[in-house]
């Protein structure tokens, strides 16, 4: 038994593709190469990869970790070479690396992540609304009928030098960790923003040590 950590890029061309296809794709790029994907046991086996977050509908990562596990020991380069060939467009390969069979699941391990985020509509004053909202002890807020306190989901927001078209840019690391995770657009939001105006993508999921 072999576990591969992969990290890759799910690009423009995916970005309207959700978790459980995503997770679909994954799975048929393995058939394609013909690589020993291992499944789990029982009486429904499913294959055994291991995405570390769900990225939401229209982000865009260049830093998605997933853990999968073949049969057999292969070299990472031919793992490589098998994957680059059958990977469908809007994901590309990163980094592979083994990775010891004992370590706890990805989404235990998670501690943040960190994201880029192009504001489409100005904001103007955005300096004082950062201020204001990082200075903030509390911000509620409700996400499928639960309420929740955003604020200390924030670990760092500052803005960042416009593109060249002037448009705004943000840098936010936000808590992910299960059953707590920051919404990059629900901190567009609590800045006074529309969560439709702006593009978000994902630079780095960061794991506990």
Same mark, same amino acid.
């Given at each position: /038994? ?11 061309? /995916? ?5 459980? *296809? ?12 013909? !690589? +020993? ?11 055994? $990869? ?19 596990? !073949? ?17 469908? +467009? ?35 004053? /955005? ?19 639960? *309420?929740? *306190? ?28 299960? &059953? ?10 609590? $800045?006074? &923003? ?16």
């Amino acid at each position: /038994m072999q576990r591969l950590r992969i990290i890759f890029a799910k690009t423009s061309a /995916m970005r309207f593709t959700g978790h459980l *296809d995503l997770h679909r794709a994954w799975e048929r790029a393995f058939r394609r190469a013909e !690589l +020993p994907l291992a499944y789990s046991q029982g009486y429904n086996p499913h294959p055994r $990869l291991n995405l570390a977050a769900a990225l939401p509908l229209g982000f865009t990562s260049q830093a998605e970790i997933m853990d999968a596990w !073949l049969e057999h020991t292969l070299p990472v380069a031919q793992v490589w070479a098998a994957l680059e060939s059958a990977l469908p +467009p809007g994901i590309s390969l990163c980094q592979i690396e083994e990775a010891a069979l004992n370590l706890p699941a990805l989404q235990t391990q998670l501690e943040a992540a960190e994201y880029l985020v192009t504001l489409l509509d100005e904001l103007p004053e /955005m300096a004082t609304r950062l201020e204001t909202l990082m200075n903030s002890e509390h911000l509620p807020r409700r996400r499928r009928g639960k *309420d929740y *306190d955003l604020r200390p989901l924030i670990l760092k927001l500052h803005s960042l030098p416009p593109e060249a078209d002037g448009l705004q840019r943000l840098f936010m690391r936000l808590v992910t960790k299960e &059953g707590a995770a920051g919404r990059p657009d629900e901190v567009v939001e609590a $800045l006074g &923003g529309a969560a439709d105006a702006a593009r978000v993508h994902r630079l780095r999921l960061i794991l506990s040590s």
